[in-house]
């Protein structure tokens, strides 16, 4: 190496020396950057099908004409009831009151009997006495009947003078059930005197406060239904076959 590069290299050793000390580089800022802005966007993504249940299949009835009765009681039925429950219960009296005879309508089987005057055990035929005598009633037989079929005879009483507390009195008989008298023969039956002994019919339950009264008195052909009274067979429940037979007496005391 000459001499001259020798006396070169000190001098670029100083030089780099002095820019090192004396020029500060200036750092060259970074430039501030903006803020950074996320931008979102939603759009309407339809959601992944996701397995459901299927809903119950329901499976219609068929639907059937319905007929409703509806009941409506009436308010005399509510007051009937309100008094039947409250009412005590009803006792038998002693003294028997004739009940009514017929029930069911039936159709008219016969024609109607023919009445007699009654036969008297005293010598006159148009009034009878009472208390002693008898009453004898006669008919004439509308034919043979069957077993269930009868006579039903019914009294009713008036005063001929009538006063106060003096009303009418009725009573029945069923009679001469499953009669084979022939047609147009007599029928008779009799009502004796209250003052005779013994379990006979007698006409005490038609006598009345007086001693004068008409005695009124039918005949009819009924058909028996039963249920007669147990103390009494003269009392049935009973059906007309036959319209009435009517007549008409005196009833005297004496």
């Known amino acids: 190496m000459n001499s001259k590069t020798i006396r070169l290299i000190p001098l670029a050793l100083l030089t780099i020396l002095l820019i090192g000390c004396g020029t500060a580089?200036?750092?060259?800022?970074?430039?501030?950057?903006?803020?950074?802005?996320?931008?979102v966007i939603v759009t309407a993504t339809p959601l992944p099908p996701t397995a459901t249940s299927a809903a119950p299949t329901v499976t219609l009835m068929p639907t059937l004409p319905l007929t409703a009765t509806v009941s409506v009681a009436t308010p005399t039925q509510a007051v009937a009831k309100a008094a039947t429950a409250t009412r005590p219960a009803a006792t038998r009296t002693p003294t028997r009151a004739a009940a009514s005879p017929t029930a069911t309508a039936l159709p008219i089987k016969f024609g109607a009997p023919t009445v007699n005057r009654p036969i008297w055990t005293e010598t006159r035929k148009d009034e009878a006495k009472f208390p002693s005598g008898a009453i004898i009633f006669e008919w004439k037989s509308v034919g043979g009947l069957s077993g269930d079929e009868c006579y039903?005879?019914?009294?009713?009483?008036?005063?001929v003078n009538p006063g106060p507390g003096i009303g009418t009195?009725?009573?029945y008989?069923?009679?001469?059930?499953?009669?084979?008298?022939?047609?147009?023969?007599?029928?008779?039956?009799?009502?004796?005197s209250p003052n005779r002994p013994g379990n006979l019919p007698?006409?005490?339950?038609?006598?009345?406060?007086?001693?004068?009264?008409?005695?009124?008195w039918t005949v009819t052909v009924v058909k028996n239904l039963g249920e007669c009274e147990p103390d009494y067979k003269y009392h049935c429940k009973t059906a007309p076959i036959s319209p009435p037979g009517q007549g008409r007496f005196l009833f005297k005391g004496g």
């Open 169 to 171: 009195k009725s009573d």
């Open 202 to 216: 007698n006409y005490n339950s038609i006598l009345l406060d007086t001693n004068e009264m008409w005695a009124n």
């Open 173 to 192: 008989w069923v009679v001469a059930c499953g009669d084979q008298t022939p047609a147009g023969s007599p029928v008779r039956f009799t009502l004796e």
């Open 25 to 39: 580089v200036t750092p060259t800022p970074v430039p501030t950057q903006p803020p950074l802005v996320i931008t």
């Open 152 to 159: 039903l005879l019914r009294v009713t009483t008036e005063a």
